[in-house]
């Protein structure tokens, strides 16, 4: 069963709330895929990726590198898993449309971005008809709890 977790960010840019929990991903030896509506959006997360930490970087790819099959974190704008990940992140509000295919599905929106809270509200309640596991979590004073926001 596929798990789902939502992140409502407040604190902590959307970017910055991913490259945490990507990074906790790798850490466990898990690959990810990670899906973007644009291609602007998964330029700018690759940059970051490349250069958050001057002293190291998450090694990454992009779609159609030719190095896709063998990158623990593979972005990009098609629901596709070259690299045999469990966990798909979606730090750009797209919905994952094969979720049966994911261990874990993982969607970061910040608080004030209207548009995209509606969407997932949206889905959320499409998820939770359908008897889903899910996991929310929003940003309390610089801490993440679980909180049911979607209500």
């Known amino acids: 069963m596929t798990e789902f977790a939502f992140y409502k960010t407040s604190n902590f840019r959307v ?17 990810s895929v990670v899906i973007f509506e644009t291609k602007e959006a998964l330029k700018d997360i690759s940059i970051m990726l490349w250069s958050k930490k001057p002293e190291s970087f998450l090694p990454h790819s992009i779609e159609r590198d030719n190095l896709s099959n063998d990158s623990p974190i593979y972005l990009t704008t098609r629901e596709e898993n070259p690299n045999k990940s469990q966990i798909i ?61 979607m209500r």
Do not use: M
């Open 15 to 31: 970017d910055e709330t991913f490259y945490v929990l990507v990074q906790k991903a790798l850490e466990k030896n898990l690959n």
């Open 89 to 149: 992140f979606s730090p750009e509000g797209a919905l994952v449309k094969k979720s049966k295919n994911w261990k874990r599905c993982i969607y970061i929106f910040d608080h004030d971005d209207n548009s995209s809270f509606d969407r997932l509200k949206e889905y959320y309640f499409l998820l939770e008809n359908s008897k889903e596991k899910i996991e929310l979590y929003e940003q309390k004073k610089g801490n993440w709890i679980k909180n049911n926001f």
